[in-house]
């Protein structure tokens, strides 16, 4: 680390130098701040420290110049007893944090080690918000990497993809990739969550429906299966096919044609089918839920993505993506994430995994007052889920998972005032389980 002291009291400027140079920091010192500003423009540092008040150019001033200029350097303000006021302005004009004399130098040793290493985080995660999409996938985990190489080398393929992982982890993501890497990238890709659809309209979304096959079809519709021809069908949540539609599933996969609700006839169907469950599809055939036959043909080519708490070397990564994206959806420039906040969300196990991550985020920028998230915006988020972190106590019992599930639910329905559906999205799981889970709670 290179650190710049600006001080025009020589004792003060070589007993930090001394002290600094104890823990490897290596440290230029200016007695003013024309040469401080100096120093500035010639050489690159880690961190700065500068007296607030110092003869012919302030510390104030020198701060104000590091901001006009553009200079990418987290700031530690020193003051004096009386100066608390001008320190607590040097503050909003971006420094990161401020020292009253007389101080220990270990107290500002560990204040510049945190001011550091939350620039560094700063700026990795700013990396990424202001990335272009080059179309690869960024990750330092290798069980990601080996899946996104297999996803270069099948891309080009027709075959049938099954992509396993909890609910979150980002199976869709992963399926619109491997559509991008198709023959036909800009053939449709249409997305259809099986479990967010009441189990009467499975049947006529998938395959659609001819003029009067049942009351109220008024006009032929065609079917997703129809729609994705030329590109991808992505069938989320396949587990929850109903048993008596998966034999229909199977005859498209077998001969790529569909029929539709009320039809007479097969209708051909050029489409690539990537399917995604996180549901344990094996135990579903031995338990007589799923056709034995579906699995096999769906399982020809699979990925099974990791949850996000064993892939948190990413976390920067994927924060940086998902800033992007709030930003441009809710009118925000939030930039980073803390060095506070970013050791909470490191030490937080996700059950919901991406999807839950997203959503701290952007209940994060709502609260937000500065350019970057820090612990307090978090707090209202993580507050009832620090107990999830991992090994913070013994795993619970059967029972006490029960009622930490119930007690989830319960939450989540409370603060989305009972919309059964937000609540789902928010716990990472289906509608249609949520609706299983009241009724089997007794929750009204």
């Known amino acids: 680390m290179k650190v710049l002291i600006a001080d025009d009291e020589k004792n003060i400027r070589e007993s ?20 401080a500003r100096r120093h500035l423009e010639d050489t690159p540092f880690d961190a700065a420290v500068l007296d607030l008040k110092m003869p012919g150019f302030s510390g104030m001033e020198l701060l104000q110049w590091i901001r006009c200029e553009g200079i990418d350097i987290p700031v530690i303000m020193i003051s004096a007893h ?24 270990e107290e ?65 993501v992963l399926a619109r990739r491997i559509h ?22 499975v049947e006529s979304e998938l395959f659609g429906y001819e003029k009067g096959a049942f009351t109220g079809a008024d006009r032929q519709k065609p079917g997703m299966f129809e729609l994705a021809t030329g590109g991808t069908i992505f069938l989320d949540e396949i587990g929850e096919i109903p048993p ?14 569909v029929r539709r609700l009320g039809g007479a006839r097969d209708l051909p169907v050029d489409v690539r089918i990537i399917a995604a469950t996180n549901v344990d599809l094996e135990t579903r055939v031995r338990e007589g839920k799923f056709r034995e036959d579906l699995f096999y043909r769906l399982n020809i080519i ?12 990413d976390l920067p990564v994927i924060i940086g993506n998902l800033l992007k994206d709030l930003n441009l959806r809710m009118g925000k420039a939030i930039e980073s994430v803390d060095g506070e906040a970013m050791a909470i969300l490191h030490s937080y196990n996700f059950p919901g995994n991406i999807r839950e991550l997203e959503n701290l985020l952007e209940r994060a920028c709502i609260f937000a007052e500065g350019q970057a998230l820090t612990a307090g915006d978090f ?27 119930r007690r989830a639910i319960l939450d989540a329905l409370h603060r989305w005032e009972g919309n059964r559906t937000k609540a789902a999205e928010e716990l990472g799981i289906s509608r249609r389980t949520i609706i299983n889970k009241i009724r089997e709670y007794g929750i009204v």
């Open 302 to 313: 699979r990925f099974h993505l990791p949850p996000l708490r064993d892939r948190l070397e």
């Open 108 to 172: 500002l040793l560990i204040r510049l080690r945190r001011i550091a290493e939350e620039h560094i985080l700063r700026r990795k995660v700013s990396a990424e918000i202001k990335k272009t999409d080059s179309g690869k996938q960024e990750t330092k985990n290798q069980v990601m990497r080996d899946i996104y190489r297999m996803a270069e080398k099948i891309g080009g393929t027709r075959s049938t993809v099954l992509i396993t992982g909890e609910s979150g982890t980002g199976k869709e």
């Open 244 to 257: 008596q539609l998966q034999v229909n599933l199977l005859r498209v996969l077998q001969d790529k044609r």
């Open 379 to 405: 707090k209202i988020n993580l507050q009832s889920s620090v107990s999830g972190r991992a090994g913070s106590r013994p795993e619970p019992s059967g029972r006490a998972l029960k009622d930490l599930e």
């Open 16 to 35: 930090l130098k001394r002290y600094l140079a104890l823990e490897d920091i290596e440290t230029i010192c200016a007695e003013n701040g024309l040469s």
């Open 180 to 201: 991008q890497l198709s023959q036909n990238p800009s053939g449709p890709f249409i997305p259809v969550n099986i479990g967010g659809l009441p189990e009467t309209l």
């Open 82 to 105: 009386g100066e608390i006021h001008d320190a607590v302005e040097a503050m909003k004009t971006g420094a990161k944090d401020y020292i009253v004399k007389p101080f220990d130098p």
